[in-house]
């Protein structure tokens, strides 16, 4: 069992940055493949970004390549996103996700493939 805690939502203006921390315990974190996911009201959750076990093999959806860094910290148990130039187009409730894995070259993408939630953190972008 899993447990995972987002932090480091909040207001930003256009442009502006934030990092989002998400906090595992339970189990190390270094046997799970990451993800962070986010949900704007009346939309799918959609797959951000996404990091294999050792850090190395990482996914960025095309509307944050550039702009959004995931890194992880195993030692602390501690996945985080780096999310810069923030447009009001990434307003959403962004969640962090973990799945065991075996692999060293996995990550996932689909929501439905992780097993592990946490409760979410608001980002909202103002104009």
């Known amino acids: 069992q899993v447990t995972l805690v987002e932090s480091g939502g909040g207001l930003v203006q256009a442009g502006g940055s934030l990092r989002l921390s998400c906090a595992t315990s339970g189990r190390t974190v270094d046997n799970y493949a990451v993800g962070w996911f986010r949900q704007a009201p009346g939309k799918e959750r959609e797959c951000v970004t996404a990091?294999?076990?050792?850090?190395?093999?990482?996914y960025y959806a095309d509307s944050v390549k550039g702009r959004f860094t995931i890194s992880r910290d195993n030692a602390k148990n501690t996945v985080s996103l780096q999310m810069n130039s923030l447009e009001p187009e990434d307003t959403a409730v962004y969640y962090c996700?973990?799945?065991?894995?075996?692999?060293?070259?996995?990550?996932?993408?689909?929501?439905?493939?992780?097993?592990?939630w946490g409760q979410g953190t608001q980002v909202t972008v103002s104009s």
């Open positions: 990091i294999g076990r050792s850090g190395v093999l990482t």
């Open positions: 996700a973990a799945e065991f894995t075996r692999s060293n070259s996995r990550y996932y993408t689909d929501p439905h493939e992780y097993d592990y």
